[in-house]
């Protein structure tokens, strides 16, 4: 029979203690504000809390008063644009960080099957295309995604082989590829995924069986410009 010290350890998780993914995909969080007064309170009391100060001391901190503090918190008032800014500068966030729930826009790109943008990339050629799946700029989690259905109908003397920023995942539809990613090769078939740092010289390196077909996910920082 096992002691109670020993019923109660727990398998310790992997990567040092801490949980493999930081955020819960299945997470719903609130739903955007639709009254200004209210989006405007909901993030004034969110960077307070983040900072870890009382309502007590933004007021002493802003010179604005506790009832006054109290109705903007609670969405009751429309706050002047003087008193904004004083809650900007003791809180140390841009005046327009208080209307971000209020008018940040969260935008969809639904692609009919067949009506993919086809488009010429660096390794297009005759054989090869290349189907822009979606594309939302200037989004709120600042990172560029462009999918790709890429179709390979024809064998080729030359592979093109892609460098650039971010990461890239593929994930094979039909047919069979040798992928090159660096020095090493990867025998893709229908199923198969490959997620890789895009730095590092990549591209089909041996097309095996036609037609072949696979997603090509790629995605990097959107305040640069890929090359």
Partial sequence: MKSNHEAEKQPEPAHGGRAPFSQDP?????PKENNLEMAIGHEVRAYRKKLGITVTDLA??????LGMLSKIE???ISPSLTTLQSLSRALGVPLTAFFRRYEEPRNAVFVKAGQGVELERRGTRAGHQYNLLGHIDNNTSGVIVEPYLITLTADSDVFPTFQHEGMEFLYMLEGEVIYRHGDQLFQMQPGDS???DAD?????EQLVKLPSRYLSIISYPQQNSRG
């Avoid at 002493?60 to 008063?65: E, L, M, Q, R």
Wanted: hydrophobic share 40%; glycine share 14%.
């Fill in 26 to 30: 299945h997470a719903v969080r609130e």
């Fill in 60 to 65: 002493a901190a802003t010179g604005i008063s």
């Fill in 74 to 76: 609670n969405g009751n």
């Fill in 194 to 196: 490959l997620f890789f």
């Fill in 200 to 204: 590092a010289p990549h591209g089909p």
